[in-house]
């Protein structure tokens, strides 16, 4: 009863639209594929075949989830069960549409693989440690569940621009 609830009033609230998600699991699942079919390429280097990729879909209760720590206009991740990926963007114009904010997203926590390499299909903590653990929330075989929140946070002084804050979190099967 309190999921239901709180999956009502959070939907009462800016969240991504139907679009906006299908596009935040479209850029994952074409991740996903790429590792799972050893066609993906990190920094240069061919990656093997991915075993046991799940496809990600789209989660309303985690959403409902993500979007209730989105509200807060969160500097650092929850306390929460599922793994999280945050992401904050600044413009000095209106933030405009939020949906592109999730695209946004997920291009930057996938271009970590980009930057700093993959080496194999283990995450091990000397990997993880060099800078792709948003990617490897995106890339983990058996997570299969997704959902994402996105909270238009206003001026943020310290930047001196307006800030969107984009929270996605992922669970397990």
Not at 71 to 81: M, Q, R, T, Y
Request: glycine fraction near 10%; aromatic fraction near 10%; charged fraction near 20%.
């Amino acid at each position: 009863m309190k999921l239901i609830i709180l999956a009502l009033l959070v939907s009462s609230i800016a969240a991504f639209s139907p679009e906006g998600q299908a596009a935040i699991v479209k850029i994952h699942n074409d991740l996903r594929s790429a590792l799972a079919k050893g066609e993906y390429v990190a920094k240069g280097t061919p990656q093997p075949s991915a075993k046991n990729m799940m496809k990600m879909v789209w989660d309303d209760t985690i959403a409902a989830s993500a979007q209730q720590f989105a509200e807060g206009c969160p500097d650092d991740h929850a306390p929460s069960p599922y793994g999280e990926n945050l992401y904050w963007g600044f413009s000095s114009e209106d933030m405009g549409n939020l949906d592109q904010y999730g695209v946004d997203a997920a291009k930057s926590w996938e271009e970590e693989f980009q930057k700093f390499g993959l080496e194999g299909t283990t995450l091990t903590q000397e990997s993880y440690d060099t800078g792709i653990g948003h990617a490897t929330q995106m890339a983990w075989a058996s997570s299969n569940k997704i959902g994402c929140g996105v909270k238009n946070c206003g001026f943020d002084d310290s930047q001196g621009m307006n800030k969107v804050t984009v929270v996605c979190q992922y669970q397990e099967k």
